[in-house]
Each structure stands twice: as C-alpha cells, then as structure tokens.
C-alpha cells in the first residue's frame, strides 16, 4: 500500500499526517511556532550645515533590501556574504558606499540600483573612518542610537554631491554597475546641497527581535 507524508497548514500549527489509499491517519500533531518577528527599521537623516553656521535637517525611512537580509544573516553566523557583496572578501570588512539620487522608483526588497533613474553627481562615497559602528557616539546623530543600532555615516564637503532636488539614499557595493544589489534603500524628504555647504549624512538600523 502506498503511502506519503503530508504537512496540513492551518495558521500557527502543522499538522503532520500520513495518508494511504483508505486512510488519513493524524500521527503526529505539533504546534509550531511563527517566524518571531525580526525587523530592521531604520532612520535617514541630512544634517546641512550653511556657511553661516545655521544648519537644516531632511528626514526619511529605511528599507533593508533582499541582498540586505542575506548580508545581515550572513554576517551574524560569521559568514562570507554572497558574491562578496558589500564586503572586501578579505576579513571580511565592511565596504560598502552611500550613494544619492533624485529620482526613482518607490522602495522594494527586490530593488537594485537599476530603479533609480536619476544619481546625484560625486555622491558615490566610502563611510567614513570608523563606520559603520552600533552605539554612535557622534553628537550631530539627530535619531535613536544604541547597542542594537548600526550606523552609516557619510561626510561630504563642499564639492562634492550638490544638487537642488536631493530625494533618496542607498548602500551599494563599491564602482557599482547599473543593477548592483543594494543592501538598504531609501527615500527621504527633499533638499539642495549647494557649493556653500557641507553635509553628514546618517544611516541608522535598529535590529527588532521582539
């Protein structure tokens, strides 16, 4: 007589079944557990500062990419991300760079570089020194840090990345090609970096077991 193994779906249980040509026996009944609910929520933020010494804020929100949460998990089981990917293969240290754009589609998990249709000139930046690091200590970090946020921080001078119409931010991988992974995308309220200013710009990402 023939027989198979079924695995019936009903909500937070399994049950786990073995069916004949006469039968469905119920053999084993187990309560399984939901996926507990990881998240990483995040905060963008440009800090401008004007040659008069005013400075203004943009704000925006975080989405962690496919490519993302494979680089996340791999990296939490002291494993070598998939193709290298923001990562220079070696210790594997972090080497990802910040790039901006002011035109795109809406962020997705599946997104690559190829959906933002518009970069910003001399944006494409390594972190700066000691970053990314948990617990930032810098002053200027207008969001939430602590000991389970990582942040990104870029610094850019005066020459570098201005244009009037600055709305979004993404982590990719180093000289990136037209459809590089990106590891986090964002949009973020519009604002215009000019000659005249400097800009920081912060990336935090809280991780979210609850």
């Not at 001078?157 to 992974?181: C, V």
Request: proline fraction near 5%; charge should be negative.
């Amino acid at each position: 007589m023939s027989e198979r193994r079924t695995k019936i779906l009903f909500e937070d249980e399994i049950l786990i079944a073995r069916c004949d040509e006469e039968a469905l026996e119920l053999i084993h009944t187990t309560v399984i557990p939901r996926w507990d609910n990881l998240g990483i929520t995040g905060q963008l933020f440009a800090l401008l500062r004007h040659p008069n010494k005013n400075r203004t804020l943009a704000c925006g929100h975080n989405l962690v990419t496919d490519p993302g949460d494979e680089f996340y998990a791999a990296r939490a089981a002291i494993e070598q991300p998939a193709d290298n990917r923001f990562t220079n293969g070696a210790a594997p240290a972090f080497d990802g760079i910040l790039e901006l754009g002011t035109a795109g589609t809406a962020p997705a998990k599946t997104h690559d570089r190829s959906d933002i249709s518009a970069y910003v000139t001399s944006s494409q930046k390594a972190m700066d020194g000691t970053y990314p690091q948990t617990n930032d200590g810098d002053a200027d970090n207008p969001g939430t840090v602590g000991v389970d946020i990582v942040t990104y921080r870029v610094s850019y001078t005066t020459g570098e990345a201005n244009n009037g119409a600055i709305d979004r931010a993404f982590i990719t991988n180093p000289s990136p090609a037209a459809s590089e992974p990106l590891l986090s995308y964002g949009t973020i309220t519009s604002f215009a970096k000019t000659s005249s200013d400097t800009l920081k710009f912060f990336w935090n990402q809280r991780m979210n077991g609850v």
